[in-house]
């Protein structure tokens, strides 16, 4: 996937989240404050990180969106 593709499909799925967000605001609560959201996809296992970094979300990206710890 080419820079510019993978730009265009994080554009739309950020629009996508933000929908979901509208529907169901309590999924808010499962991300950190402050935080930058990195979409990952479908298959992605999981992410080794020090512990105080909690800057990150990951947001998998399956038929909905879940937070990916």
Request: net charge positive; proline share 3%; glycine share 2%.
């Amino acid at each position: 996937m080419t820079n510019k593709e993978q730009i265009i499909r994080n554009i739309g799925l950020s629009f996508d989240f933000l929908k979901v967000i509208a529907k169901s605001p309590s999924m808010l609560e499962t991300l950190n404050e402050n935080s930058s959201i990195e979409f990952v996809e479908k298959d992605f296992k999981s992410v080794k990180r020090p512990v105080k970094d909690n800057r990150r979300n990951f947001i998998k990206v399956k038929s909905s969106f879940e937070t990916v710890k």
